[in-house]
C-alpha cells in the first residue's frame, strides 16, 4: 500500500476508532485527607490511605472512614516538602499474621526507616503502634529525594525503593555507588523477621558474593 492510501485508511478509520471508545467519568470516592501520599490494600475490601505527616486511615468499600489505622506523627519527620510517611506495604500473609510495613524519614535526622508494625488483635482496624520493629535504615545526606515506595513481589520478597539522598543532580554520585542503598531498589527476605535477624538478603540478589556491592541492591 502506497503512503497516501495508508494514510487514507487511517483517516477514514479514526471516527470509527473513536466511537468504540468508553465514556470515562472521574467520580470523588474519599476526601478530607492532608497530604495523602500513598493508598494500599491488604487483601479484602478496605483501603488504607497514608498521610505524609505520619497517619494511615482505615477506609471501607464506599471510601468511608473507619478509623485512624496508624498513627506516628511524633516520630515522623516530615519538616520538608519530600520527608514523611512515604510507604506502604501489607505482608502477603497479613490476613494470618497481622504484619505490614511502612517507610518514614525519622525525627530529627530525617533518615530513612523501615519498620513493621503489626495490627492490635481483635481491633482490625487499628495497628498497635508500640509494635514496631526496624528493619532497615540509611543516611539521608539532604532533605528531599527520599524515595519511598514499597512493594512485595511475587516472590514474597520486599521490594524498597530509595532516592538519591537528595540536593540536585546527585552531587554525592549515590546513584551509581555501589556500596550505598541511595539511589537504589532493594530486595530483601522479611517473611522470618525478629529482633536480632530484622530481613535477610536472599541468595538470588544479583550482587551477592560481591564485596564491592550491597548485597541488598536488586
Not at 71 to 91: C, K, M, W
Amino acid at each position: 500500500m502506497h503512503k497516501h492510501s495508508l494514510f487514507f485508511a487511517l483517516l477514514f478509520a479514526f471516527p470509527l476508532f473513536m466511537a468504540a471508545q468508553p465514556k470515562i467519568q472521574l467520580n470523588n470516592w474519599a476526601s478530607g485527607f492532608d497530604r495523602p501520599v500513598d493508598i494500599a490494600h491488604c487483601g479484602d475490601s478496605r483501603l488504607f490511605i497514608v498521610e505524609q505527616d505520619g497517619l494511615i486511615w482505615t477506609l471501607d468499600s464506599l471510601g468511608v472512614k473507619l478509623d485512624t489505622f496508624l498513627y506516628i506523627d511524633p516520630r515522623v519527620n516530615s519538616t520538608n516538602n519530600e520527608q514523611g510517611l512515604l510507604g506502604l506495604a501489607f505482608h502477603p500473609q497479613y490476613a494470618t499474621n497481622g504484619y505490614f510495613f511502612v517507610y518514614y524519614t525519622k525525627g530529627s535526622s530525617g533518615n530513612t526507616q523501615v519498620s513493621r508494625f503489626s495490627v492490635k488483635p481483635g481491633s482490625p482496624n487499628e495497628a498497635d503502634p508500640d509494635s514496631e520493629l526496624s528493619i532497615l535504615t540509611a543516611a539521608q545526606p539532604f532533605s528531599n529525594h527520599n524515595g519511598g515506595c514499597l512493594k512485595f513481589g511475587p516472590d514474597g520478597y520486599l521490594y524498597i525503593g530509595l532516592g538519591d539522598g537528595g540536593s540536585g543532580g546527585d552531587p554525592q554520585g549515590n546513584g551509581q555507588k555501589k556500596n550505598t542503598f541511595l539511589g537504589k531498589m532493594l530486595r530483601i527476605d522479611v517473611n522470618n523477621s525478629d529482633a536480632s535477624t530484622p530481613y535477610v538478603v536472599p541468595s538470588d540478589n544479583p550482587f551477592v558474593g560481591q564485596t564491592a556491592y550491597s548485597p541488598e541492591i536488586w
